[in-house]
């Protein structure tokens, strides 16, 4: 079995070191990157399974970093933020981030995020081809199109859709949805699932701030109608 390779970008010298051995231990390849300038340059010449990105970097910081990478890849990116920064949290998730974790983190939790990320790595699910109002989603190809036009989504996006067209009408919380599409066997914070929704609705909605096809149910959850208009 080919090891998963992952790219750790984490300035401080000895926490980088202290990640790369946890990850070692797991088996997986690493690939150290001490600033966002050498995170870019590594990964224009290697592919990766995984990023896991410090967001406070110096000079090109974490943010500029995730944003080069959503530009041409979908690979999955856990940020590493400092404890309870909800701007950076929020700022992260919405330029393209998976999942987060706070420091100092808990290595147990920061395995089982990565665990997470690399089983759904392939980027498709089962299923057969599913009509969303005027959208064409195809699980198995991993596409989305609108009138033959692709929309890109990234690979968490693309899941959370699946998930809402699979069970139309069907109401799900934010924990919920945690552990259905990012495997979360723990409560977690609800924010990563409502900056994806928002993302995902910028993306497929015709009026993201009026959304059709994946409806807010106050109090509730998120829904996808049988039927949307």
């Given amino acids: 079995m ?33 600033s966002g300038t050498q995170a870019l340059e590594r990964f224009d010449k290697s592919s990766f399974d995984l990023v896991l990105l410090d967001l406070r970097l110096p000079g090109v910081s974490g943010f500029d970093v995730c944003r080069q990478i959503r530009r041409v890849s979908d690979v999955p990116v856990v940020m590493v933020t400092a404890q309870q ?15 987060y974790v706070t420091k100092p983190f808990n290595d147990r939790e920061l395995l089982a995020r990565i665990r997470v990320q690399l089983r759904r790595k392939g980027g498709t699910t089962q ?10 989603v195809a699980p198995e190809e991993g596409t989305v199109t ?50 994806h929704v ?9 009026d993201p701030a009026n959304p059709q096809l994946i409806q807010t149910v106050r109090g509730l959850g998120y829904k996808m109608p049988r039927d949307p208009a």
């Fill in 2 to 34: 080919v090891a998963d390779r992952v790219l750790v970008v984490e300035d401080d010298d000895t926490v980088r070191t202290l990640l790369r051995m946890l990850l070692e231990d797991e088996g997986m390849t690493v690939t150290e990157a001490a």
């Fill in 85 to 99: 920064d909800s701007h950076d949290i929020v700022a992260g998730l919405e330029l393209g981030a998976d999942d």
């Fill in 127 to 136: 299923g057969d081809r599913f009509t969303v109002g005027t959208l064409e």
């Fill in 146 to 195: 609108r009138a033959g036009v692709p929309i890109a989504l990234t690979r968490t996006e693309f899941q959370l859709l699946c998930h809402f067209a699979r069970h139309p009408n069907r109401v799900w919380n934010r924990d919920q949805l945690l552990r259905q599409v990012w495997g979360y066997e723990h409560t977690g914070d609800g924010r990563v699932v409502d900056t």
């Fill in 198 to 206: 928002a993302r995902l609705r910028t993306k497929i909605e015709h």
